[in-house]
């Protein structure tokens, strides 16, 4: 590689700094308090957590190789990836679960991990991105398109995030119900959950460390408690090696394996972690230390979606082993789970009814509070707000909670009603996908934005085959459902007329992406 020295530093300029300055991702706010403080930004600069050989502002773009691996630097930079991983740990990812172990045994097993590999790569695509520019998605979203694409993908993510936060408040109510032993119906428990934003501000006023230690004592709880199912239910290990390492896909499991594979992406997730990153205050100027950075942040979130697959593996394996097979195995909810786990398990030590309940509230408490975190930055991004937190939070949680509490006293009275209340939020957020995906690729591959850390074009390929792969699937979701749930000629044109208005946005953020890239 050709050596750039250092530009020099006077009245002029020079071709060197010209150089430099187009290798360089766009300096960021986030770099300097002193810098635009009227633009919204993730965290202010004395909110950050300084990493001592990374976190020291200015100084020359290229600045040595990145120094050797430090257990110190990965622990001081571990907690994004664990907050990110709670999306695929939230109540909707674990009835995906559950239905899968029911209906298709051991079978969906390498499907969870492949999607789940497909999901670290898009979640590090989304890291990389933060950290390179020190903006986030939604932010880099306000600068990118016109005002009118601006608020409509500002508009779609926001009902993503509702939809995945009404399925996540109705987890917990279903764990505080089960918890209370059915003293507290669901709409008392969306009420208490309601109030985790509280509990969010509370500890966020203590620091970002605070807050993500709050999050690993959420997750160490689920791990836990679905590791304890997995041991009282004692899976066949033969069953369980098949399924991760034979790929099997039947007719009769191809819905279950749509919603394993649409779980995996959650639109509000993508906009989350790419503001996440930018908690540890990093130099996006100095090459070294954004590649130290990505370096750190990839090998914490491998790790976080090494624990998410577990425990979603040990909650499909539970009901693989129960009911796979059985009568009940259609019947299977969120709602009722608990029921036929302590009908099937029995009491043992600790009846399983309750471990069930403890790791379901721990997933609903833990995904409500990364929404309300998710919709803090998302607002933010798109319609630069500079508005206190607390403000941010009450807004963000009134969104979710106001209808919330519609659905559960009207749904309270039928496992069934709630089934397909869930099949409906699920379409609701399948439909979002492509308005984080497509925006996420097009940055991640655009040099004025991301510098020298452009994604190159095997990777650029590789990401976009994953995205249409996982667009293909949650469009499959989508008509399936529309075939089965609407009748009507009048509505049935309505919804034509919808869906044709959204393809037409979606080809129209492809090709502006591919005239920005081809500039």
Same mark, same amino acid.
């Given at each position: 590689?050709?050596?750039?020295?250092?530009?020099?530093?006077?009245?002029?300029?020079?071709?060197?700094?010209?150089?430099?300055?187009?290798?360089?991702?766009?300096?960021?706010?986030?770099?300097?308090?002193?810098?635009?403080? =009227?633009?919204?930004?993730?965290?202010?600069?004395?909110?950050?957590?300084?990493?001592?050989?990374?976190?020291?502002?200015?100084?020359?773009?290229?600045?040595?190789?990145?120094?050797?691996?430090?257990?110190?630097?990965?622990?001081?930079?571990?907690?994004?990836?664990?907050?990110?991983?709670?999306?695929f740990l939230d109540p909707?990812?674990?009835?995906?679960?559950?239905?899968?172990?029911?209906?298709?045994?051991?079978?969906?097993?390498?499907?969870?991990?492949?999607?789940?590999?497909?999901?670290?790569?898009?979640?590090?695509?989304?890291?990389?991105?933060?950290?390179a520019t020190g903006r986030?998605?939604?932010?880099?979203?306000?600068?990118?398109?016109?005002?009118?694409?601006?608020?409509?993908?500002?508009?779609?993510?926001?009902?993503?995030?509702?939809?995945?936060?009404i399925q996540e408040v109705? !987890?917990?109510?279903?764990?505080?119900?089960?918890?209370?032993?059915?003293?507290?119906?669901?709409?008392?428990?969306?009420?208490? =959950?309601?109030?985790?934003?509280?509990?969010?501000?509370?500890?966020?006023?203590?620091?970002?460390?605070?807050?993500?230690?709050?999050?690993?004592?959420? &997750?160490?709880?689920?791990?836990?408690?679905?590791?304890?199912?997995?041991?009282?239910?004692?899976?066949?290990?033969?069953?369980?090696?098949?399924?991760?390492?034979?790929?099997?896909?039947?007719?009769?499991?191809?819905?279950?394996?749509?919603?394993?594979?649409?779980?995996?992406?959650?639109?509000?997730?993508?906009?989350?972690?790419?503001?996440?990153?930018?908690?540890?205050?990093?130099?996006?100027?100095?090459?070294?230390?954004?590649?130290?950075?990505?370096?750190?942040?990839?090998?914490?979130?491998?790790?976080?979606?090494?624990?998410?697959?577990?425990?979603?593996?040990?909650?499909?394996?539970?009901?693989?082993? !129960?009911?796979?097979?059985?009568?009940?195995?259609?019947?299977?909810?969120?709602?009722?789970?608990? +029921?036929?786990?302590?009908?099937?398990?029995?009491?043992?030590?600790?009846?399983?009814?309750?471990?069930?309940?403890?790791?379901?509230?721990?997933?609903?408490?833990?995904?409500?509070?990364?929404?309300?975190?998710?919709?803090?930055?998302?607002?933010?991004?798109?319609? +630069?707000?500079?508005?206190?937190?607390?403000?941010?939070?009450?807004?963000?949680?009134?969104?979710?909670?106001?209808?919330?509490?519609?659905?559960?006293?009207?749904?309270?009275?039928?496992?069934?009603?709630?089934?397909?209340? +869930?099949?409906?939020?699920?379409?609701?957020?399948?439909?979002? &996908?492509?308005?984080?995906?497509?925006?996420?690729?097009?940055?991640?591959?655009?040099?004025?934005?991301?510098?020298?850390?452009?994604?190159?074009?095997?990777?650029?390929?590789? =990401?976009?085959?994953?995205?249409?792969?996982?667009?293909?699937?949650?469009?499959?979701?989508?008509?399936?459902?529309?075939?089965?749930? &609407?009748?009507?000629?009048?509505?049935?044109?309505?919804?034509?007329?919808? &869906?044709?208005?959204?393809?037409?946005?979606?080809?129209?953020?492809?090709?502006?992406?591919?005239?920005?890239?081809?500039?």
């Amino acid at each position: 590689m050709t050596h750039i020295d250092p530009p020099f530093v006077g009245d002029g300029s020079t071709a060197e700094e010209e150089v430099v300055e187009s290798l360089l991702p766009r300096r960021s706010a986030a770099v300097d308090p002193e810098d635009d403080e =009227t633009s919204e930004r993730a965290y202010e600069y004395d909110e950050k957590v300084v990493v001592v050989g990374v976190s020291d502002v200015g100084g020359v773009a290229f600045d040595g190789p990145p120094p050797p691996f430090s257990w110190r630097k990965l622990w001081l930079f571990t907690g994004p990836g664990f907050l990110m991983s709670i999306a695929f740990l939230d109540p909707g990812n674990l009835e995906g679960d559950l239905q899968a172990g029911a209906v298709a045994g051991f079978s969906l097993l390498w499907l969870l991990l492949s999607a789940t590999a497909m999901g670290l790569m898009i979640q590090m695509l989304s890291a990389r991105l933060g950290v390179a520019t020190g903006r986030h998605l939604a932010e880099l979203c306000r600068e990118e398109y016109p005002k009118w694409a601006m608020l409509a993908l500002w508009l779609m993510a926001e009902v993503a995030l509702i939809g995945a936060d009404i399925q996540e408040v109705i !987890g917990s109510a279903i764990a505080i119900k089960i918890l209370s032993g059915g003293v507290f119906p669901l709409w008392t428990g969306v009420i208490v =959950t309601a109030f985790d934003c509280f509990i969010f501000l509370f500890l966020e006023n203590y620091g970002v460390r605070k807050l993500e230690a709050f999050f690993a004592f959420l &997750i160490a709880t689920m791990a836990i408690s679905f590791t304890w199912m997995f041991a009282e239910a004692k899976p066949s290990g033969k069953e369980l090696l098949i399924g991760l390492l034979v790929p099997k896909l039947s007719s009769k499991t191809i819905n279950q394996a749509v919603g394993i594979v649409g779980c995996v992406i959650m639109p509000h997730n993508v906009f989350l972690h790419s503001a996440l990153v930018q908690s540890r205050a990093i130099d996006p100027n100095k090459k070294s230390h954004v590649q130290e950075a990505l370096r750190y942040y990839t090998i914490e979130s491998t790790a976080a979606l090494i624990i998410s697959f577990l425990i979603n593996l040990f909650v499909t394996t539970v009901f693989a082993k !129960g009911f796979y097979g059985t009568e009940e195995a259609d019947l299977i909810g969120l709602e009722n789970a608990g +029921n036929y786990l302590q009908v099937k398990y029995g009491g043992g030590l600790f009846p399983i009814l309750y471990i069930w309940g403890i790791g379901l509230l721990a997933a609903g408490q833990s995904s409500t509070i990364t929404g309300t975190y998710a919709g803090q930055f998302i607002m933010g991004g798109f319609l +630069n707000l500079r508005l206190k937190k607390w403000i941010r939070s009450i807004i963000t949680r009134s969104f979710a909670i106001i209808p919330t509490i519609f659905v559960a006293l009207f749904f309270d009275t039928s496992d069934s009603a709630l089934d397909i209340l +869930n099949q409906w939020l699920n379409v609701l957020q399948s439909v979002q &996908i492509p308005f984080a995906l497509i925006p996420l690729l097009t940055m991640v591959s655009k040099e004025h934005i991301m510098g020298a850390f452009k994604i190159g074009p095997i990777y650029q390929a590789l =990401t976009w085959v994953i995205a249409a792969l996982l667009i293909t699937i949650n469009g499959y979701l989508l008509i399936d459902f529309l075939l089965f749930g &609407i009748q009507g000629m009048l509505l049935g044109s309505i919804i034509c007329a919808i &869906i044709a208005m959204y393809m037409a946005f979606i080809i129209y953020l492809i090709l502006h992406g591919t005239q920005y890239n081809s500039r």
